[in-house]
């Protein structure tokens, strides 16, 4: 608030006959004294704006139009990224559910043709479907050759892919696919088994296993899909409830039918190349009972519970294995041995 200062001013009064000045109280005939005159100013320390010039005022101006300007350029990039953003998303969403409707339309076509030459949708196979008449030679670069029958539920399937390798079923699932295999773990990561191009990929046995000979352990692969595809669901293994309720497994080679039993459900991880460690991914073939029991005790330690059931030397095992986000370069492992046809 600006201080005001008042200020007092007495003015002289002269006599109307003389002129002479009259004092405040002196004596005298007629002489009257002004009352005092109040002057006010007003005190505010501030100085005196100046109008700003033309010249100024247009550089202002101009500034305040160039900075709007820049505003709206970045409106305007913020929108179209939103916008860009928005249709990437659908685009990916309906690849993705194009995708997913592919693949469980084209398993199911699939799944329908093996039960339909199976002859019985509860699995059991007729005298007249044990194998063809005619073996297919299997010959291995030692020189060894092996002769071998496809199953009849498996000829229509390999007229679409001669990689097919056999069929992966686990009751009151959804795990029930073709199983491929080929000289390059890599390719059915992104493959069908139509050989399209397919995020989901297929299941997949490793390429040292060898369905003929046969090896030790046949060791599969899939994706662990969030949607459930493939290996999406294994990991409901870890509860020893769901466990209870599956614990057969039915993987057929394409030479013959095959029925394993849960035995050890187990996390992992992929070790470095050198580094010492139970790297269930390596056993395949077992050299002997030592090395074979010894697998069995690193399994059953890693197991997340005790099914009760147990291996000796000459069974042969099956292992399911998909990635598992617990961990960096994690895998969660299911392993069963085989009990019958």
């Not at 006959?17 to 009259?22: D, E, I, L, Q, V």
């Not at 339309?105 to 005619?134: C, I």
């Not at 059915?188 to 030790?216: R, W």
Request: proline share 3%; net charge negative; glycine share 6%.
């Amino acid at each position: 608030m600006a201080e005001k200062k008042v200020i007092v001013e007495r003015r002289p009064v002269q006599n109307a006959r003389s002129g002479a000045s009259a004092r405040p109280g002196s004596a005298g005939t007629g002489s009257r004294t002004s009352p005092p005159v109040r002057r006010e100013t007003a005190q505010t320390g501030a100085k005196t704006e100046k109008a700003p010039s033309p010249a100024v005022s247009e550089e202002v101006e101009k500034t305040a139009r160039k900075l709007l300007a820049q505003r709206e350029k970045r409106r305007k990039r913020i929108l179209v990224a939103a916008i860009l953003v928005a249709i990437g998303s659908v685009v990916y969403l309906g690849a993705y559910s194009y995708y997913e409707y592919r693949t469980s339309h084209t398993y199911q076509m699939l799944s329908n043709v093996r039960e339909r030459e199976r002859g019985s949708d509860s699995g059991s196979v007729s005298p007249s479907q044990t194998a063809t008449e005619d073996p297919v030679e299997i010959h291995y670069t030692d020189g060894q050759t092996i002769a071998a029958n496809v199953l009849p539920e498996y000829e229509d399937l390999l007229k679409y892919n001669k990689k097919l390798i056999g069929w992966l079923k686990i009751a009151d699932t959804n795990i029930d696919y073709p199983v491929m295999q080929t000289d390059d773990n890599e390719y059915y990561l992104t493959h069908n088994l139509k050989q399209e191009y397919d995020k989901n990929g297929s299941i997949f046995m490793d390429t040292a296993c060898d369905v003929l000979k046969p090896s030790t352990n046949f060791i599969l692969y899939g994706h662990h899909m969030r949607s459930g595809n493939m290996f999406g669901n294994l990991t409901k293994y870890e509860k020893e409830s769901y466990w209870e309720k599956h614990k057969l497994i039915t993987f057929d080679t394409i030479y013959e039918h095959g029925t394993y039993e849960v035995m050890y459900v187990f996390r992992s991880h992929v070790y470095a190349a050198d580094e010492i460690a139970f790297k269930y991914y390596q056993f395949i073939d077992c050299n002997g009972e030592v090395e074979f029991a010894s697998n069995m005790e690193e399994m059953a330690k890693m197991s997340l519970y005790d099914t009760g059931v147990t291996a000796t030397y000459g069974d042969r095992l099956l292992t399911l294995s998909t990635c598992d986000y617990e961990e960096a370069e994690g895998r969660f492992v299911v392993v069963a041995k085989r009990i019958g046809d």
